[in-house]
Every structure is written in C-alpha cells, then in structure tokens.
C-alpha cells in the first residue's frame, strides 16, 4: 500500500514541479534523458522512476528524492 502512494505522490509532485518551471513532458525528456513515454506515466501513476531517473529528476529541480516521493515539503 505504501508503494502506492509514493508512485502517486511522486506523480503529483512531478507535475507540480513541472508547473512551477513552465515545462512540459517533451522539454523535460530533451533535458534529463528520460524518454517522454516515461514522464507521461509518471505523470499517469502508472509507472514509478528507476532509481537513476528519480537522481536525475531530484537533481534537474534542485529537489531532494525525499521531496520527489512525498516524504517531505519542498
């Protein structure tokens, strides 16, 4: 169960973060590396970060991988 939540807090503060750049999927994926399909199911919940992508999201938005799982506030 608490797998869950994380993927879904995860989601929501991926979009958040998104929106506070002005960002959409295709510039993050140019940026970071991931591929757009990734980030849509990120976005979607469907899918949780490899552990390499969700260092290179902390790092892209400055963000712990604690603040990008929900575990803290950014």
């Not at 929106?19 to 979607?44: P, V």
Request: negative net charge; charged residues 20%; contains cysteine.
């Amino acid at each position: 169960m608490e797998c869950i939540y994380m993927i879904t807090q995860f989601a929501q503060t991926l979009r958040e973060l998104m929106d506070e750049c002005q960002i959409n999927a295709a510039t993050l994926s140019r940026e970071t590396g991931i591929s757009t399909a990734a980030i849509y199911l990120y976005l979607a919940g469907k899918r949780e970060p490899r552990l390499t992508y969700l260092c290179l999201l902390a790092e892209y938005f400055d963000v712990s991988m604690d603040v990008l799982t929900g575990k803290s506030h950014y």
